[in-house]
């Protein structure tokens, strides 16, 4: 079972950091392993944020954490492109 959670935080990362980088237009310079990168810090970013408000990001289920893993990609694709200077 361990193994699957693993997985899946990879998954749900990948798609994640898939779907940010399009939004954000940066899938040209993105490969898999970064959409996974993103996607997993994204989804760390994006709950670390909602429950700093109070939102209980544990019982949200699979659909709110994705959406909370793609807006936290998009969030940190957009603070990486201004300190990187790139426009998006």
Same mark, same amino acid.
Not at 15 to 32: E, F, N, P, V
């Given at each position: 079972?361990?193994? %699957?959670?693993?997985?899946? %935080?990879?998954? &749900?990362?990948?798609?994640?950091? *898939? #779907? ?11 490969? #898999? +392993? ?10 760390? +970013?994006?709950? *670390?944020? +909602?429950?700093?408000?109070? $939102?209980? $990001?544990? @019982? ?10 793609? @807006? /936290?990609?998009? &969030? +940190?694709? *957009?603070?990486? /492109? &201004? ?6």
């Amino acid at each position: 079972m361990i193994g %699957w959670g693993f997985f899946g %935080w990879i998954i &749900l990362g990948g798609l994640a950091g *898939w #779907i940010a980088s399009k939004i954000m237009k940066t899938d040209a310079q993105m490969g #898999i +392993l970064m959409n996974i990168i993103v996607g997993i810090v994204g989804g760390l +970013l994006g709950g *670390w944020i +909602l429950s700093a408000f109070g $939102v209980d $990001v544990a @019982g949200g289920g699979l659909i709110f954490s994705m959406l909370t893993a793609i @807006g /936290g990609a998009v &969030l +940190l694709l *957009w603070i990486v /492109g &201004l300190v990187t200077g790139r426009k998006s």
